[in-house]
């Protein structure tokens, strides 16, 4: 079973910046996929930003250049630097370890992340 904590959401102006870090336990984090994924309110979830275990990354073409997905295997902790908020990324933001059909996929409870105007 892997826990997944996320932490440092909260209300900032736009322009401002904020890192999101998403905490594991229970598991051998190294061998996970993480992905920040993001609802906003009234639309589907999608993805922000992920990285492999070998630390390959992707963005959202909404956030290139914006954000950063970075990851400390020996704190089994995933960062998400934030910067130039803007009102539409206001969302909750959740965390996922994807371990494929071997380790399976684990979720957390997210964080609110609210930019504004």
């Known amino acids: 079973q892997v826990q997944l904590v996320e932490s440092g959401g909260g209300l900032v102006q736009a322009g401002g910046s904020l890192r999101l870090s998403c905490a594991a336990s229970?598991?051998?984090?190294?061998?996970?996929?993480i992905g920040w994924y993001r609802r906003a309110p009234g639309k589907q979830r999608e993805l922000v930003a992920d990285i492999s275990s070998a630390g390959r990354t992707n963005y959202a073409d909404s956030v290139k250049g914006r954000f950063t997905i970075s990851r400390d295997n020996a704190k089994n902790t995933v960062y998400l630097q934030m910067n130039s908020l803007k009102p539409e990324d206001t969302a909750v933001y959740y965390c996922?370890?994807?371990?494929?059909?071997?380790?399976?996929?684990?979720w957390g409870q997210g964080t609110q992340v609210t930019v504004s105007s």
């Open positions: 996922n370890a994807d371990g494929g059909i071997w380790y399976g996929t684990y």
């Open positions: 229970g598991t051998t984090f190294s061998i996970y996929a």
